[in-house]
């Protein structure tokens, strides 16, 4: 009822215009069409004020919402009301005569909230303004229209589970399109329509909070609440809109873990190596994420020492593994704890703890038929060297642990022993020697015995036996290196020549000492002198050597102390050589000059070979070489015909017919087709020289000659195919000075004499001609 109340008075206040306004204004000047400063005038002509007009009002006829009216109109008809602006004409029209302002549809104030207009009174006869045009509002009155409105709506929240009373969870926010400064209609008030009694929205701010305290995710994940928003302030014939809001309750870790079952039974076969998976442990724990990760052990320490446990690789159960080798003749099963705990703890809720649990295992051990088990781990084994085949060098034993009495069987794999050096009995499990070992070849023998059960040979085990080969003294010493040397004709009695070391291959002979004893006797050319380190000097004697052309050959003598004692005999080898006051060597005898350059026997077969090779390879080259030269004469030999000659002197004239054939260059009158047969080709070489035939009368032309001779060229079928290039000493026809060849110079048209012309007029570039055909010959007897 107030709201139409409030319509009705706002459409009587558009009346108010009609008041007058005593504002003083300045006349209009151009009313009276008289420039120059305007007049003032007491009171304005205009009487009126702004309008209003209610939104979404519509009915069968336009409606008034006031009226414009002035002092100059006096009622006679004479003034015309006009109007312009936003809407005029369309929106809003005026009765010319009255003045009345009439809307004409239905207005909505949320697209446009007012109209600015321009009226204006003008004389209806002249147009003429009567007045100043003025500029009024129309307002568009608001009425509630519009429900409210979530535009971010639906909303998703989290909220942490087992949260306080109060605990804010989203805001919501919801938009009227109504005039929040007019009335009721666009204010806004929020209530919860679905979601009670779990959370609660401030009627104000939209603000969603807890409601209740302790909720927990484990019984109950996901919230779906309904706020509503209503205008008026909430009160009767308000509109309302409405959204949801999806909440979610987020995991804390508030459950300790907890086994299904108090007591775990497992079993694992005695062969089960370390690492292999006894069995799997879950405690349960409805949290998610890490607050679920755990953590497992085991308690008691006779589990720990056979088994141990992990978590796996997702953080939740306990992987029960093998820690080290069980057997079931020492041990049949094993009894412990596991405790699960939880590795992340959340002070906040450890009144709901303790967050851990355990539970018993019990493992059993099963029997398995097993391969034989050796006394030892691995085994070393001695022998002397040089012992004859057949030697004992030790035992290696076996048993099978589910039968002690089972025989057992061995042998040496062949890839450990390729050499058979050793052999083994398959029953007692001694290994002998197969053939003589020699230490200073190979020290270490690495062998592979297999142990297999008689009644099972699938069951079967490996052991690594090293035999080691002792040493015996049974290596004479030698020389390091052969020593090859020299000495200055001109060195002091006494001078040192050469340090000799001595090498012993054995074992024992290289910890003992190596002594050694040179030529004795006051003829020996040079010393050596024992330095009891396993080396010796080479010295120079009082007497110095005589000088030879042959080096000198040194015998030593070189024993160890070994048991047996064993020596060897080696010879040095010194040169005496003239030397350079610097003590560099000047001159050599000839031997001493070619152990110098160092040049082997090898080295000078290889040096002859190479030169030998080289020789070969020129001989080749000239030999090939000659023989393409004589290929090439005979070819120029035979292939004369049609070849361009060049002479160093004049040519023979006619009589000189080797370099070519004389009928190319014939006259074509004498010119005779082909003898029958296929045409014999002058461009190449022939292989078979053709008899000469008399050619009769040819063409007398030169193209019926070339025709001729082309017709020849492509009819035979034993040639390239190509065209042939002759060469004729034919001038042709209808010259002035007739022919020059001589062939055909006796006779011409059948030998009849044709009148000369003298050469002497030719002028001189035929003067030699001239004088080799000018001479007239004298007349036959």
Sequence with gaps: MWGLVRLLLAWLGGWGCMGRLAAPARAWAGSRGHPGPALLRTRRSWVWNQFFVIEEYAGPEPVLI??????VDRGEGR?????????????????????????????DREEKAQYVLLAQAVDRASNRPLEPPSEFIIKVQDI???????????????????????????QVTAHDADDPSYGNSAKLVYTVLDGLPFFSVDPQTGVVRTAIPNMDRETQEEFLVVIQAKDMGGHMGGLSGSTTVTVTLSDVNDNPPKFPQSLYQFSVVETAG????????????????????????????????????????????GLLTVRKPLDFESRRSYAFRVEATNTLIDPAYLRRGPFKDVASVRVVVQDAPEPPAFTQAAYHLTVPENKAPGTLVGQISAADLDSPASPIRYSILPHSDPERYFSIQPEEGTIHTAAPLDREARVWHNLTVLATELDSSAQASRVQVTIQTLDENDNAPQLAEPYDTFVCDSAAPGQLIQVIQALDRDEVGNSSHVS?????????????????DGSASLLLPSRPAPPRQAPYLVPIELWDWGQPALSSTATVTVSVCRCQPDGSVASCWPEAHLSAAGLSTGALLAIITCVGALLALVVLFVALRRQKQEALMVLEEEDVRENIITYDDEGGGEEDTEAFDITALQNPDGAAPQAPGPPARRDVLPRARVSRQPRPPGPADVAQLLVLRLREADEDPSVPPYDSVQVYGYEGRG?????????????????????????????PLFRTLAELYGAKEPPAP
């Design 274 to 317: 370390p690492g292999t998976l006894v069995g799997r442990l879950r405690a349960q724990d409805p949290d998610l994420g890490d607050n679920a990760l755990m953590a497992y052990s085991i308690l008691d320490g006779e589990g720990s020492e056979a088994f141990s446990i992990s978590t796996d690789s997702q953080g939740r159960d």
């Design 66 to 71: 006031g009226k414009l009216h002035s002092d």
């Design 735 to 763: 010259s002035s000075c007739g022919s020059l060849s001589s062939l055909g110079s006796g006779s011409e048209a059948g030998g009849v004499p044709g009148p000369a012309e003298p050469l002497d007029d030719w002028g």
């Design 516 to 532: 050694f004893q040179g030529p004795l006797g006051p003829d020996a050319n040079f010393t050596v002198r024992d330095n009891r």
């Design 79 to 107: 003034t015309k009301y006009l109007l312009t602006g936003e809407g005029a004409g369309t929106v809003f029209v005026i009765d010319e005569a009255t003045g009345n302002i009439h809307v004409t549809k239905s207005l």
């Design 144 to 170: 509630n229209d519009n429900p409210p409105i979530f535009p971010l709506g639906p909303y998703h929240a989290t909220v942490p589970e087992m949260s306080n009373v109060g605990t804010s969870v989203i």
